[in-house]
């Protein structure tokens, strides 16, 4: 069976503002998941990361408004809460699709570590913002007494921000493989997984940082060896000069096209649709042959070469 690797957006699991409680993203994911099925019935074996930049957020914000109580809640340890519970909604969900369909086929979360180095740049300049805004006050007490990274954002307060590093390494790599080989589908590295350091001795530790969800896709996708990567996210296609006048809607690029734009700029959105790009760049240039960015209801569309965006090696 072709392996596909989907990394689902923040889209699909929160539509907008007024649709943020468990209930809410349980039927946003519910309308990805219908699609993904589709994806299985038609002979792929999946493997599903999401993002979780919200719900990281969410716990944050619970955390502070608790902190004359309780403990509070670490970076890592929110990475790990998100993929627990957005693996759940998503398990749930996509186990129902397959009753309905008659697929007998089982759907697991794994938490998912992803290693980082403790030398990766990233960490000279965190820049990544965390957690809600601060008096300057808080901002320095935070500073001083936890460690933490904090910046003034253009007269709105302070943030704390954290490093983005690059994913070097799937830590449970072996135990997504051995359930893809026994035919369940496997939810991965949520959020990007969790960041973790090694020490000296292999021993790992979590750290307070955030790995970008498509970058870690890519990862997990080449480590696979898998025939597709598929980024669902909230555009049917890409454009270049996106959100000007001369704005194209691209059926599809080769990997060299994608490297040349990227350096050329302006085509694809810093902090949206270049990680993507990136990403995508990685996976083809580590032995993956194809890669398609679309949105989750053109899915089954795109996967007949009628729409989304396609990318070759
Ligand atoms: P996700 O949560 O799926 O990671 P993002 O918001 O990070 O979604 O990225 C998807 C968004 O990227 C689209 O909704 C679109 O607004 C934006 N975008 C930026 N550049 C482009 C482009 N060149 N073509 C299409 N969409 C783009
Ligand atoms: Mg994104």
């Known amino acids: 069976m072709p392996l596909a690797v989907i990394a689902i957006g923040g889209n699909s699991l929160i539509l907008d503002d007024a649709h943020q409680s468990v209930e809410d993203q349980y039927e946003a994911a519910g309308a990805t998941t219908d699609h993904i099925a589709s ?3 038609a002979g792929w074996d999946v493997a599903i990361s999401h993002g979780n930049g919200p719900q990281v957020g969410f716990i944050l914000r619970r955390s ?7 403990h509070e809640v670490p970076l890592d340890v929110c990475g790990a809460d998100t993929q627990g519970a957005l693996g759940y909604s998503l398990q749930q969900n ?11 086929k089982s759907v697991a979360t794994i938490v998912t570590q992803v290693e980082v ?27 001083d007494e936890d460690g933490w990274d904090v910046v003034e954002d253009a007269g709105r307060g302070w943030r704390r921000v954290v490093a983005s590093p690059a994913p070097m390494r799937v ?9 893809l080989a026994a035919g369940v589908v496997v939810i991965t590295v949520g959020g990007g997984g969790i960041p973790v350091i090694a020490d000296e001795n292999g021993n790992l530790s979590g750290a307070a940082a955030v790995i970008d969800k ?62 993507k790009m990136r990403a995508v760049v990685q996976f083809l240039e580590s032995g993956g042959k194809q890669a398609l ?10 996967m007949r070469r009628e729409t989304g965006t396609w990318i070759t090696a």
């Open 39 to 41: 994806l299985v019935r």
């Open 64 to 70: 502070e408004l608790s902190a004359h109580e309780l």
């Open 94 to 104: 996509l186990a129902n699709d397959f009753r309905e369909m008659g697929i007998t």
């Open 117 to 143: 180095s403790k030398d990766d740049p990233a960490f000279a300049s965190p820049s990544k913002p965390i957690g809600s805004f601060m008096s300057e006050a808080d901002a320095m007490r935070r500073r």
């Open 171 to 179: 830590v449970e790599l072996d135990a997504v493989k051995l359930l």
């Open 214 to 275: 498509d970058l870690a896709s890519a990862l997990l996708a080449s480590e696979l060896g898998a025939d597709l990567l598929i980024i669902s996210t909230a555009v049917e296609k890409v454009a270049l000069n996106f959100g000007t006048p001369e704005e194209r809607w691209m059926d599809e690029f080769t990997v060299d096209e994608v490297k040349r734009y990227l350096a050329e700029g302006g085509h694809f959105k810093e902090g949206s649709m270049a990680p």
């Open 293 to 302: 960015i679309t949105d989750p209801p053109s899915l089954e569309r795109a």
